[in-house]
């Protein structure tokens, strides 16, 4: 049943994207490290210190769930990135901007039509602003 994958991703994709948005901005940081034990089973710490390669490693080990975790992990990035860089930590927000390229990038060709109709168009967003250099 590729639409109840389909409908489980985008549901925890929003939910985790809702419950990020209900904060106040000092308490993001936290929460995106609390999301991303929980919903990919990876410090956001380490994440953040971790080259996309071995991030990709890690989650191959989870089968078939590695795609939706490099997703909801990509998402988790860009949200660390527009946090860090409203506290003025441009190069940490490229960097969680750069890793969430290379997982979307990794995840896209193995995602139904429908997740690559919406992802597509943020990992193009994505690839354009990092060749331009933008934050």
């Not at 985008?10 to 995106?32: D, H």
């Not at 990035?77 to 003025?88: M, P, R």
Request: glycine share 6%; aromatic share 4%; with cysteine.
């Amino acid at each position: 049943m590729p639409e109840d994958w389909l409908l489980r991703l985008i549901e925890q994709v929003s939910l985790m994207l809702a419950e990020l948005s209900r904060l106040k901005t000092g308490e993001k940081p936290a929460r995106i490290s609390a999301l991303c034990l929980r919903e990919t089973g990876l410090p956001l710490d380490f994440v953040k210190h971790s080259s996309p390669k071995a991030i990709l490693q890690l989650l191959e080990s989870g089968g078939g769930t590695q795609y939706v975790r490099a997703v909801l992990l990509a998402e988790l990035l860009l949200q660390d990135a527009d946090v860090t860089e409203e506290s003025g930590k441009s190069r940490e927000a490229k960097i969680s901007r750069a890793q969430a390229q290379a997982l979307l990038a990794y995840s896209i060709d193995n995602l139904s039509p429908d997740e690559q109709r919406l992802y597509r168009p943020k990992l193009e967003e994505l690839t354009k602003g990092l060749k331009r250099g933008d934050p």
